[in-house]
T-cell receptor, first 114, second 114 residues
C-alpha cells in the first residue's frame, strides 16, 4: 500500500523568501504524485502533478516540485513567497495498482510573515 | 458556477440526530469521494463510488452511509451523529478516463456535533 509523510506540520517564512515543503512517499514502483493547496475556507486545489518524464514539474502560482526516486521525495518549492500563499498544503500519492484512490499526507500549514 | 458543490456549508447538530450532507457535480465525472479532515490528520477517505451502482467503503466508514442518487449526486449520511464526527467534510470527483486520478474538491461542509 502507498503512504505519504509530510514531516513539517507548520512552516513560517517571510514574504519574499524561498519555500520548500517536504513530502516523502512509500510505494514500490513509480507513483503518481500530487500537491494540493487548501486556502482558508476553501476546498483543495491542485497545484501540480507528476506521472512520468521530466522530474521537475511546474505548477500554478509559481510553484514547482522535484521528484527524486532515490530519496522517495517530491518536495514543493517556490522561489519567492507571497502573503497570499499562506495556506495548508497536502501531498498525495496515487498508484496504478490502486486505481481511483489517492492517499493524502497530513498537511503542512504555511504562515507568511510580512 | 462551481463544478463541485456541497450543501450545507456549515451545520451544527446534536448527538443522536440524523444528518445528510449533499454533493453535486457538473464535471461529468463518474468517480465521487467523501473525505473528512481533522486537524493534523489530513484527509481520510470515508466512502467512494466509481459509478452509480458502485459503492465502496474507505478507511473510516463506520458510523457513515452514502447514497449515489445519480452520476452527479453523492450524499453522505450520519445515522446517529456523535461529537467525534465533528470535522470538515469534503466531496471530490475524478474522471474514470484519468488513470492518474486527479481529484477535484468541493468547498467543504463544516459539521459540529454537540
Amino acid at each position: 500500500a502507498q503512504s505519504v509523510t509530510q514531516p513539517d506540520i507548520h512552516i513560517t517564512v517571510s514574504e519574499g523568501a524561498s519555500l520548500e515543503l517536504r513530502c516523502n512517499y512509500s510505494y514500490g514502483a513509480t507513483p503518481y504524485l500530487f500537491w494540493y493547496v487548501q486556502s482558508p475556507g476553501q476546498g483543495l486545489q491542485l497545484l501540480l502533478k507528476y506521472f512520468s518524464g521530466d522530474t521537475l514539474v511546474q505548477g500554478i502560482k509559481g510553484f514547482e516540485a522535484e521528484f527524486k526516486r532515490s530519496q522517495s521525495s517530491f518536495n514543493l518549492r517556490k522561489p519567492s513567497v507571497h502573503w497570499s500563499d499562506a495556506a495548508e498544503y497536502f501531498c498525495a500519492v496515487g498508484a496504478p495498482t490502486n486505481a481511483g484512490k489517492s492517499t493524502f499526507g497530513d498537511g503542512t500549514t504555511l504562515t507568511v510573515k510580512p | 458556477d462551481a463544478d463541485v458543490t456541497q450543501t450545507p456549508r456549515n451545520r451544527i447538530t446534536k448527538t443522536g440526530k440524523r444528518i445528510m450532507l449533499e454533493c453535486s457535480q457538473t464535471k461529468g465525472h463518474d468517480r465521487m469521494y467523501w473525505y473528512r479532515q481533522d486537524p493534523g490528520l489530513g484527509l481520510r477517505l470515508i466512502y467512494y463510488s466509481f459509478d452509480v451502482k458502485d459503492i465502496n467503503k474507505g478507511e473510516i466508514s463506520d458510523g457513515y452511509s452514502v447514497s449515489r442518487q445519480a452520476q452527479a449526486k453523492f450524499s453522505l449520511s450520519l445515522e446517529s451523529a456523535i461529537p467525534n464526527q465533528t470535522a470538515l467534510y469534503f466531496c471530490a470527483t475524478s474522471d474514470t478516463g484519468d488513470s492518474y486520478n486527479e481529484q477535484f474538491f468541493g468547498p467543504g461542509t463544516r459539521l459540529t456535533v454537540l
